[in-house]
């Protein structure tokens, strides 16, 4: 069943590197369909990867082979909540690793440009907390980082 709202992503020629990452990285993230080009078009031969169907934590995407015309920014980003430090470190090891990039505040960027926020659910929580003293010093240890550390926002809303 196709869905009714899809993410639709540009690249330039490396959609079903990038999907066969993702699925390879995230849960519940796989390559669903490559479709090649049916004819040359002005930026491409006939054959060509032209599109990939794929998932990146259950959220249905198509990486469009566009060429090099527009590029990614940080106004789109994909935000994944994470259980532990484990898991934050394993995310962010693999984005960064890969080609990519760290940013401020959990941000990274891999190597096609599509930007990552690598968010503990527990800072989260802690910066909606009704405690709203225990949110600023959360919010304001955040501030000061580029991959979460658990325990030290951990540590902020304890205080």
Same mark, same amino acid.
Request: proline share 4%; glycine share 8%; with cysteine.
């Given at each position: 069943?196709?869905?009714?709202?899809?993410?639709?992503?540009?690249?330039?020629?490396?959609?079903?590197?990038?999907a066969n990452f993702y699925a390879a990285t995230f @849960?519940?993230?796989?390559?669903?369909?490559?479709?090649?080009? @049916?004819?040359?078009?002005?930026?491409?031969?006939?054959?060509?990867?032209?599109?990939?169907?794929?998932?990146? #934590?259950?959220?249905?995407?198509?990486?469009?082979?566009?060429? @090099? &015309?527009?590029?990614?920014?940080? *106004?789109? *980003?994909?935000?994944?909540?994470?259980?532990?430090?484990? &898991?934050?470190?394993?995310?962010?090891?693999?984005?960064?690793?890969?080609?990519?990039?760290?940013?401020?505040?959990?941000?990274?960027?891999?190597?096609?440009?599509?930007?990552?926020?690598?968010?503990?659910?527990?800072?989260?929580? #802690?910066?909606?907390?009704?405690?709203?003293a225990a949110a600023r010093r959360a919010f304001t240890?955040?501030?000061?980082?580029?991959?979460?550390?658990?325990?030290?926002? &951990?540590?902020?809303?304890?205080?």
């Amino acid at each position: 069943m196709i869905p009714k709202n899809t993410i639709c992503l540009w690249y330039d020629g490396g959609a079903e590197e990038a999907a066969n990452f993702y699925a390879a990285t995230f @849960p519940d993230s796989r390559v669903v369909a490559v479709h090649h080009a @049916p004819s040359d078009y002005p930026s491409g031969k006939e054959g060509d990867v032209i599109t990939v169907e794929f998932t990146v #934590a259950g959220i249905p995407c198509i990486g469009l082979n566009g060429g @090099p &015309e527009f590029k990614h920014n940080e *106004s789109f *980003s994909f935000q994944i909540a994470t259980d532990d430090q484990a &898991e934050t470190d394993r995310l962010w090891n693999a984005i960064v690793g890969n080609g990519g990039q760290e940013s401020v505040c959990g941000w990274c960027k891999d190597k096609w440009g599509i930007s990552w926020q690598i968010t503990p659910r527990v800072l989260t929580e #802690a910066y909606t907390s009704k405690d709203r003293a225990a949110a600023r010093r959360a919010f304001t240890a955040m501030m000061s980082m580029t991959k979460i550390d658990v325990a030290k926002i &951990e540590a902020a809303v304890k205080g």
